[in-house]
């Protein structure tokens, strides 16, 4: 593996061919990628714990700009294309739960695929509107997945995964069961 320090990334891989009375041949390519940093496990850990430390649970909007990239893109039409769209969900999430807080539970992460998997517990006070439904007042807990793909310390895209029914249902825009 190449250090993390290098700013070239290059991918060696092989195609076994069995031809010539049987002899076996191996034709060997490199694709190579310049410009972006490798980072190790430890490093993709560390950028996906600040970010939901300082992004969600300090509420600090600049970091937005350090660690979500111009066109990020995600899962969730809502959160749109790009970074300013993230920064325009990011509002309307810490309007309807001030205290909001992603309590990261665990971290998993592939330095060969830049990406790292975080399982969160997300926590916080429905005291606006959100969604259209009024401040309630009412705790909220939804526990969820992240999978982020990172390049050069910022997320390039996301997958988010969490139960989005529980959430309607604790601030009372669906009937409990």
Request: glycine fraction near 8%.
């Amino acid at each position: 593996m190449w250090p993390y320090q290098i700013f070239h990334r290059a991918r060696l891989s092989y195609q076994k061919d069995d031809w010539l009375w049987g002899q076996t041949f191996y034709q060997f390519s490199i694709s190579t990628q310049t410009g972006i940093k490798m980072h190790t496990n430890a490093e993709l850990k560390r950028i996906a714990q600040d970010f939901f430390d300082q992004i969600w649970n300090q509420s600090d909007e600049s970091a937005i700009d350090r660690f979500i990239a111009e066109d990020a893109s995600g899962n969730d039409p809502q959160f749109g294309i790009g970074r300013e769209s993230f920064r325009e969900q990011w509002k309307n999430w810490r309007i309807g739960f001030p205290d909001l807080n992603f309590a990261v539970q665990e971290l998993i992460a592939d330095s060969e695929t830049s990406t790292v998997v975080t399982r969160w517990i997300l926590t916080g006070t429905h005291s606006g509107e959100f969604w259209g439904a009024a401040a309630t007042g009412n705790r909220i807990e939804v526990d969820g997945v992240s999978i982020d793909r990172i390049s050069n310390g910022m997320v390039v895209s996301g997958f988010d995964a969490w139960d989005s029914v529980v959430l309607r249902r604790q601030i009372g825009l669906l009937a409990a069961d």
